[in-house]
């Protein structure tokens, strides 16, 4: 069953929430502003409804940071200055983190308008971005595609068409809490089937060195509870999850990560070698949520992405998109409540 919500305004833009129920009365919501993904509201024993995700309003969206459930392009994820190659050329793209692109630079996905095209248990987004729009190589068209199965699952289906060489690295940057109360992931069990992960310049931008997780705060091939794992990582500057993990050698079948909290669970799938784990680590008073306060550890982002290690080793699976071509990317979450 879908519903559709004038949400607010941005920038002149009307803003259209979408709502999917599915038979088990789980509400999906997105946004055409970024392709955002809204809340996740799963039914509670007392009837009501609760949401597993982290949200904002229209003035917290429009921030340029934060990325709240929102779909990330052309490239998830940091390019360090003079990292971008295409087709044997460096390729300079818009920074907006000191000289490092993030997550599509100041005009990615997420700060676009899409036009939607809703249907009873799926919203397509689909807008073209051309160079002139985010400042990337070739006019790509891209859709987002979000589903919300009989069977308690989000889909995000990413598809992307260029004329001219580019990358297509999308991804969802939502954050769960999975809490019946405001409290923090804390409490949360991670498992990632990731042995290692990549280590990072002081801005954030891989070295091209790889580190083993085992005997380290990051080894979360079997779960694990997410506090003592934060506050052993009280003594780097991060205070917490901010890293690139590379993801084993998986079938289709086997989930990347698992989340669980109580009888709550999110499982996702990725067919891609990348996931990257933020905790909200320095989160305070200058973001606002609609159901939690924010503080450090409010939430966790799984990023799943091609990784970024392809832009400091051309051995490795790269995200380019070759001129004339399209790409189909997909992540599944299936959730319990
Ligand atoms: C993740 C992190 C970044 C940033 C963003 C909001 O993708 O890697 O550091 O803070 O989320």
Redesign the pocket.
């Known amino acids: 069953m879908l519903t559709t919500d004038k949400f607010g305004e941005v920038a002149g833009h009307a803003v259209t929430a979408y709502t999917i129920e599915n038979r088990n009365g789980v509400q999906l919501t997105v946004l055409d502003y970024g392709a955002t993904w809204h809340a996740l509201n799963v039914p509670t024993p007392d009837g009501s409804h609760q949401n597993l995700i982290l949200n904002t309003d229209l003035a917290g969206y429009a921030k340029p ?3 709240f459930g929102k779909a990330i392009g052309r490239f998830a ?1 940091r390019i360090g200055a003079g990292q971008l190659v295409l087709d044997g050329q460096p390729v300079a793209v818009p920074a907006n983190e000191g000289t490092t692109t ?2 599509g630079g100041p005009h990615g996905f997420s700060t676009l308008f899409f036009k939607a095209d809703a249907a009873a248990d799926h919203v397509t987004f689909t807008r073209t971005v051309t160079p002139e729009t985010d400042g990337f190589p070739g006019t790509l068209d891209v859709s987002v595609t979000y589903t919300l199965t009989a069977a308690d699952e989000v889909v995000i289906d990413f598809t992307g068409a260029t004329d001219q060489t580019t990358v297509f690295n999308p991804t969802n ?1 939502v954050y769960w809490n999975l809490n019946a109360a405001d409290d923090t992931i804390e409490n949360h069990t991670l498992r990632l089937a990731a042995a290692s992960h990549y280590e990072l310049e002081p801005s ?1 931008v891989l070295t091209g060195a790889v580190v083993a997780n085992a005997d380290t705060p990051y080894d979360f091939r079997e779960p694990r509870q997410l506090g003592p794992a934060l506050r052993e990582l009280q003594t780097i500057p991060e205070a917490g999850l ?1 890293d690139v993990f590379a993801i084993d050698d998986h079938a289709a079948t086997e989930p990347v990560a698992v989340l669980s909290q109580g009888q709550r669970q999110v499982t996702m799938y990725s067919a891609r070698n990348a996931v ?1 784990v ?1 905790t909200s680590n320095h989160f305070g008073d200058e973001l606002h949520f609609l159901h939690h306060q924010s503080r450090p550890h409010v939430g966790i ?1 799984m ?1 799943a992405q091609t990784s970024a290690a392809g832009l400091v080793d051309p051995g490795l699976t790269q995200a380019t998109l070759a001129a004339g071509t399209s790409r189909h990317e997909q992540i599944r979450y299936a959730f319990t409540y």
């Open positions: 940071d934060g990325y994820g993030l997550h940057h954030k901010d990257v933020f982002a990023e």
